[in-house]
């Protein structure tokens, strides 16, 4: 069962994509702006395989490439291989799920680094509610929509994030890892328009949460209905807190019970969009910053804030190019540095 992770005491890491093109480079980046908390990036850059759900749809049954686009063929029999992976759910074997190199790139060069010392270790897979909204059948009909498809994507993703966290270990000695579910569909959630179903998305995590032996996060970069994130009891919300705090900050109480109960936030403060950031300094961001800290820390006081909190960039620096995100990733270090500074 996926466990709580300790005091990150506002140390700082990264959110998902990356410009790069070279792993190692991206790595080595990642390395130098967040040794105490690193991330495996994803390349999306190098070419489709690394985009946001086709990384991780390599095991999908019914899987279509073609044009650009990922599709899923339901007019086969696809029932055996469906079956086989809840089959693998239900006896906890990972191995089939393996993230191949032309998936993940980085990932696999992180794997490389000597990470014995540092706090926590860090990865980011698709959720698989974004993953079964942007996936459609022949019928232009997303597959979280099929209740067969959706438990079969959530069986599949945990047996992924299990499989990452196996070897994150085993390669690195990191001795804590953190499963982020990248999960930008969670703004649907209460929409009429584009319904997800919450039920489906409380089975999403509580599937990875039941093979994972390390902390499982989730990751929403638009506003959504924090309290409910907030009662499926992740390890840490990774959220965009540059636009979207006041929002977040109306679940006042179920903030305080969240982070009471163990829970981390990721306050991603420092703008991931070439253009936002422009125009923002770092003295600028720490003050926004400051005054999130000052509304929490009313609910449950500074040395609580401190130890359940993370910075972070927004979202995934994908956009940027490769000077400007690694400025991004500094100015999140520098103003953790800034704020560790400012609890001592």
């Known amino acids: 069962m996926a466990t709580m992770l300790p005091q990150m005491d506002l140390h700082a890491t990264g959110i998902g994509a990356l410009p790069h093109l070279d792993p190692d480079a991206a790595c080595r980046s990642v390395l130098a702006a967040f040794p105490r908390v690193p991330y495996a990036p994803t390349l999306p850059n190098r070419g489709l395989l690394e985009r946001i759900v086709f990384c991780d749809s390599e095991h999908l049954p019914g899987r279509v490439l073609a044009d650009e686009r990922l599709t899923v063929d339901t007019s086969g029999s696809h029932a055996p291989a469906m079956e086989q992976i809840l089959l693998d759910y239900l006896e906890g074997n990972a191995a089939p799920y393996a993230v191949g190199e032309a998936y993940g ?59 990452c966290e196996t070897v994150m270990r085993e390669r690195t000695g990191a001795k804590r890892t953190l499963i982020v579910l990248d999960e930008p ?49 992740p390890a840490v919300i990774s959220f965009d807190a540059y636009q979207h705090a006041r929002e977040f900050l109306l679940y006042a109480d179920d903030l305080a019970a969240y982070l009471e109960a163990g829970g981390v936030i990721a306050w991603g403060i420092v703008p991931s969009e070439p253009h936002l950031y422009a125009a ?20 449950v006081g500074d040395r609580l804030f401190n130890e359940r909190s993370l910075i972070t960039p927004t979202c995934g620096i994908r956009l940027a190019d490769v000077p400007d995100a690694e400025a991004i990733m500094q100015t999140a270090a520098e103003l953790s540095r800034r704020a560790r500074e400012e609890a001592a």
């Open 185 to 233: 569909y969670l703004a649907a959630l209460g929409s009429s328009v584009v319904p997800v179903d919450e039920e489906v998305v409380r089975s999403s995590v509580s599937d990875a949460a039941g093979l994972l032996e390390g902390s499982l996060g989730i990751h929403c970069c638009s506003n959504t209905d924090w309290g409910f994130l907030m009662s499926l009891e």
């Open 280 to 299: 923002e300094s770092l003295d600028a961001l720490f003050d926004r910053f400051m005054q999130i800290r000052s509304k929490v820390t009313d609910l």
């Open 105 to 163: 790139s980085a990932f696999h060069r992180m794997l490389s680094f000597d990470l014995s010392d540092v706090l926590v270790f860090k990865f980011q897979l698709t959720g698989s509610v974004t993953f079964g909204m942007q996936v459609v059948d022949e019928r232009k009909r997303p597959i979280h929509y099929d209740p067969e498809y959706a438990d079969v994507l959530n069986k599949m993703i945990a047996l992924r994030a299990k499989w």
